[in-house]
Structures are given as structure tokens and as C-alpha cells.
């Protein structure tokens, strides 16, 4: 299924958009208020609990399969100065996580998540947006398609990350064209820039915006975006349409499921916020979603990984979901 | 080692406290400064990883053996209404810990701690300290002991937790006692108090502040406080000796260990806070201590439960430590 995304395909999805399960919901919660604590004295864990019966459609949720997912791209933009790592770097790391060296793979080992990843055209940057959009919309549409055939329909929770050098002023840019505000307030230091360096990052989003205002959401997308946002946008799709729960990253990340919920805020439903970056502009975007973060770790590093770390979390909220005895099983007085 | 504690044998160890080894400190923070990650990235991560270098003398720590211990006690204050729960549920959920029912037991499945839980003569409740010294100077130095000779010292790290009916009370007594304020600041709804039950929690402790007023930390840990506070003190202590990394729960292991801050603020340098507890008062021992709590997720439930998943954030912290690749070993530029 969304092996064939197009923008028709996207608006179909909609239309008919695959909901949570109310009755898994309810169930789920009865079974927090029976186990053996006062009722909500788990906090999140059984707020994730029952946001992962309603998506999974039952009451005892499992994660038999995490998947997840880091897709990779380069940016025309980092022509423009805007990031101290050259290009070269973002091929380099995909070579450090197939080879198991990155703190993705550390993290995915110690939640117990299926990690692939996926290089989109690293040798094919997008276009510097500055001068041109930054992909035409078959490239934009053709990396939505990828991000969605990855994503397992038979998968319990699904992770998503990213790889770029410069793509924190891919994310500034599309925060700032579909939410507005100064772009300054929308840019930070990313991997380490320095005052300069923000400046270059700042004035070419600035003109990227003037170059490309105006347009709509997946327009913006391929005008300002990556290739690695536009695989999260079809990959956190395609998890909707196979009620597969999503926990997104950090800025990067975030700032992409922002283009879906600039077309339907309802697209981001199934999906949370695995931690709040250290990346200045992230709190401003999980505000802008209403969305509360699992985690605030002070993590910046993107590669899925402060949403890895939330997993940790979620299968905990699960094992004491299904695992804990009820008061009437264990015999404990006032439940 | 520490089998014995005594008010002499506690003067002696804060007199000679055993220190983090800065050096392994300095080669963990060298080694994070390598790795294939812009510095500083991996945030919390990053300063818990050089935190165990630090206390277990090594620039890569392990976590090999997790010991969780939670110890229970009941409380003579709960005839004064202080909880809505019945006293007896304390020995009933040690009960259900034996068994493996509670949040605790699940927790530390998923993070790979080995739980211990230690019943502190549960049949015979402290003192309403309305009317009396909670414990007598013998009951007090019994329970440190208790919870001293408890702690492995060949674990790598030591999450620390209690059960007891009424000791959010204790707690806030403890609090009120040692740090000042208005008692009603330091008292919240712990498992569910209405404001009836609040109201008679906050006279309570107004009652116990007259009654045991002026008295030196490990007095007033007699007067106010209970055999798992004391026993958590003592396993504090205990794991200092041995070097052993501490993880503190919530509201009511943190008070307890503000009486070991009272005594001597250095006595804690080897605890992490693990959680803050949506309890209200914690967030205020956390501020009186100056620590900054791991995780937030609005647990407040006790037996460790915050603290064991935290655990996981350390386990996270120390897989990508040890495990990731250095950027001349990966070969990525920028490093």
C-alpha cells in the first residue's frame, strides 16, 4: 500500500483517513485505572499506553517490531555556507551506520528497533534554493514514494530520523514559510555554526522565501525542502494508512511532519513527538503542532535518535500495561 | 563494608568521602569529544556517560550489574488520616512486587535491573509523630544499617525506591523540617488525597514540626521520618563507599536523601535524581538540592519507578560511549 503516492493520493488519504480505534482506547484505559497504583500515578507512560491501543485497535498493545528509519540527503544550499561539515560528511555517515558506529545504532540496540537506512541520491543534491526550487515536484513526489515503500506495514511503532549536512536550514526554511514568524527565530546553530555561518543560514532562507512565497504546502515542500523531508512526509503517510504509530525526531524531522500538518493537521494524529532538541527552533515547532515531547535530553544529534531514546520509553509504558497485576489479582485493598 | 553505620561511622565517611576520579572523568569527556557526533550532541547523554566514568574510575564505564532495591515501611502518622489507602496495602504490594505485578517489576525488566525488595518491620508501624519520636535513635541506625548492608557493592549503579502507605507525608515533615517553607507548599495529593485528607496531612506535619522542632538531621530523620527513609540514607552512604552511582526516585526518596544533604551536601555528589515526580514538592527538593532530574513524564508512583527509567536513558547514554565509532575510525571529516 503507498507504494504510489501522488498528490491525488495524498488528498484521498484525507478524505478517508484511517482513525484511531475508540473502543481499544476505552479498554485500555479501564485497564490502567484497574492495575495495582493510584490511578495516573504512571504519568505519560499511560497516556503512551493508551494512544498506542487506540492505533494498534487493542486494548493490550505489543511491540513485536519497531522499525526504524533514517533517510539521507544533500542540499544545493550548503553552497551558500550555511554548515561547518562539508558535504562529503552526510555519505560518510551512512557508512558509519551500515557499519554500526553512530549513535542511532547504539540506541537502536538498546531499544530493540529494526534500524535501515535509506541514502536518497547523495551524489544528486537538491537545487540551492536561493536560485532555483529545490526539487522539481516528479524528484519531490518520487522521494515521498520512497519514504512510504519503506516504511513495514506489519511494524508496531515506527521511528524516523534523518542524515544531511545543511539540513537544519532546510527545516528553518519550511518552519518559516509555513508558520511564519522572523526567520530568526526559526534558525540555530545546528551541528556547531558559528555566528557567520547563522547569518549566511539566516539571509539564504530569506531569500529562498522571497524567491518561493506564496505556495502551498507540498509546493513548499519541493521549493524549499530535501529529499530526506519529503521521505518522512511519505513514510509518517504511509504509516498512517497501516495505523502504524509514529515517533518523530527532532527539528529536522518535526519541521517536515509540518508540511502535512500545514495540508491536515489531522495527518499528524498517529504521531509523537519523541523528544524536545536542544536546537532552538524545535520547541517553537512542537508548540505549533500542540504536541508535548516524550523526552527533554538536551539532544541535538538528529539520526532518529532522541525518538529511538522515546521508544525506550514507550516499551516500558507497555510492559507495565500488559505486565502489572490488577488490584483484584494481586489482592491489593482500594483499587 | 558499611555494615555498620553509626553516627561515628557517618562523620568518618563525610570525612574522608570517596571522590569521583577526575581523571577518568577528563578521558570519558576526551572520548565523547571524538565520536562521530558534532560535540555536545548527544546532551544529557553525554554528561551521564562522563558522571559513571567519573564514579566507577573508568573512561568506559559498563553497566554489567543494575541493582534496584525498594524498601518498605509503614507509618504511625496514618492515624491521622493522612492516606486514603489502608496501611495494610503496604505489605500488599510488597506482596505484588514478590510476585512481579507492580510497575517496578516491569520497569526493571525492560532496563535490566535486578530488584530487590526489603520489608522493614511492617508489622510494627514508627510512631505517630503527633505525639512521639517517629523512631528511637536504635530503630533509626537499625534501618540505615538495614539499607546499607543491602547494597551490592559490585553493582555498577544502584536505582533506589519505597513503598509505605502515608510517607508522602513523611516526606513532606522531612522537608518542611530540613529546607523550611510553609508546610502546605511541601504537601500535595501523593496517592490521591482529597483536600480533606490534605488538610489533615498538612496539620499533621504542623503538629510534628512543633513537636520535634531544632533538631540536627539524623534527629530529625528519627523524629519524622521512617524505617525506608532511613534505610535509603543508609544505602546512599553505602554505595558512596564503594563508589557505586546512585539513582534517586521521587518525592519521597529525595527527601529522604535530603537528609543526608543536611548533614554534608557532598554526600550526594555520586545521585542523579532520576525523574521529577508530578508530586509538587519534588520539584522544590530537586531545586533545594541543585540536581536537574532525567527524565519528566509525570510518574508519581514511587517504588523506584522513575528512577529504573532513567536507568534506561543510562544504558543509552554508556551503549553509545562505548559503542560508537571515533571520527578517525569511521572515517568522517570535521572531527
Given at each position: 500500500m503507498m507504494q504510489f503516492l501522488s498528490l491525488d493520493a495524498i488528498a484521498a488519504l484525507s478524505a478517508n483517513l484511517p482513525q484511531a480505534d475508540d473502543a481499544a482506547r476505552t479498554a485500555a484505559q479501564d485497564r490502567q485505572n484497574s492495575l495495582t497504583k493510584p490511578p495516573g500515578s504512571l504519568?505519560?507512560?499511560?497516556?503512551l499506553a493508551v494512544f498506542m491501543a487506540g492505533w494498534r485497535g487493542t486494548d493490550r498493545p505489543r511491540i513485536d517490531r519497531a522499525q526504524a528509519l533514517v533517510f539521507a540527503g544533500n542540499h544545493g544550499i550548503c553552497a551558500q555556507g550555511v554548515n561547518p561539515f562539508p558535504q562529503a560528511v552526510t555519505a560518510q555517515m551512512v557508512a558509519n551506520f551500515?557499519?554500526?558506529g553512530a549513535a542511532i545504532n547504539q540506541i537502536c540496540r538498546v531499544v530493540d528497533a529494526d534500524l535501515e537506512v535509506i541514502a536518497l541520491d547523495l551524489d544528486r543534491p537538491t537545487a540551492d534554493f536561493t536560485a532555483h526550487p529545490a526539487m522539481t515536484e516528479a524528484e519531490t513526489l518520487d522521494a515521498l514514494n520512497r519514504g512510504a515503500a519503506a516504511v513495514d506495514p506489519g511494524a508496531d511503532v515506527l521511528v524516523l530520523g534523518e542524515m544531511g549536512i545543511g539540513n537544519t536550514t532546510i527545516a528553518s526554511a519550511?518552519?518559516?514559510?509555513?508558520?511564519?514568524?522572523?526567520?530568526?527565530?526559526?534558525?540555530?546553530?545546528g551541528t556547531g555554526a558559528d555566528a557567520a555561518t547563522i547569518a549566511r543560514k539566516t539571509a539564504a532562507i530569506e531569500a529562498g522565501l522571497k524567491r518561493h512565497a506564496g505556495l502551498d504546502p507540498l509546493a513548499t515542500l519541493a521549493a524549499l525542502g530535501g529529499r530526506e523531508q519529503a521521505a518522512i512526509c511519505g513514510a509518517v503517510l504511509a504509516a498512517r494508512a497501516a495505523r502504524v504509530p509514529v515517533?518523530?525526531?527532532?527539528?529536522i524531522c518535526t519541521a517536515a511532519a509540518v508540511v502535512l500538518h500545514a495540508l491536515d493537521p489531522r495527518l499528524l494524529e498517529h504521531c509523537l513527538v519523541g523528544h524536545a532538541s536542544a536546537e532552538p527552533g524545535h520547541?517553537?515547532?512542537i508548540a505549533a503542532l500542540g504536541a508535548r515531547p516524550v523526552l527533554e535530553v538536551d539532544m541535538r544529534l538528529g539520526e532518529g535518535s532522541g525518538a529511538a531514546l522515546a521508544l525506550g520509553v514507550l516499551r516500558a509504558a507497555l510492559e507495565c500495561h500488559n505486565g502489572m497485576a490488577t488490584f483484584a489479582e494481586a489482592g491489593v485493598s482500594g483499587g
Open positions: 504519568g505519560r507512560l499511560e497516556e551500515t557499519a554500526g519550511l518552519a518559516a514559510a509555513l508558520l511564519g514568524g522572523s526567520v530568526a527565530e526559526w534558525v540555530g546553530p515517533i518523530l525526531d527532532g527539528f520547541r517553537r515547532l
